[in-house]
């Protein structure tokens, strides 16, 4: 990415929000699967969200290392 980008630019501030929403969902997914013990079906499918969620906070969290500067990041792939 060409160009340095604060914590102010609204960019950073949409990627934060993505990803303080998906770790959020990634603990609300602890309870979910738990409420779920007894449904597999619907177990399975809040483990497939909880990874998407880990997922989405993992690139995030590369992409703002990303513009900021701040280092590698993860390897968010």
Not at 32 to 51: I, L, T
Request: proline residues 1%; negative net charge.
């Amino acid at each position: 990415m060409s160009t340095e980008h604060t914590p102010a630019d609204d960019i950073v501030y949409d990627l934060v929000s993505v990803q303080y929403h998906a770790l959020q969902g990634a603990q609300n997914n602890d309870k979910f699967r738990r409420d779920a013990e007894e449904h597999d079906d619907v177990r399975e499918f809040f483990d497939e969200v909880a990874q998407q969620d880990a997922w989405r906070a993992q690139r995030c969290h590369a992409l703002l290392a990303q513009l900021t500067g701040g280092g590698r990041g993860l390897d968010a792939r």
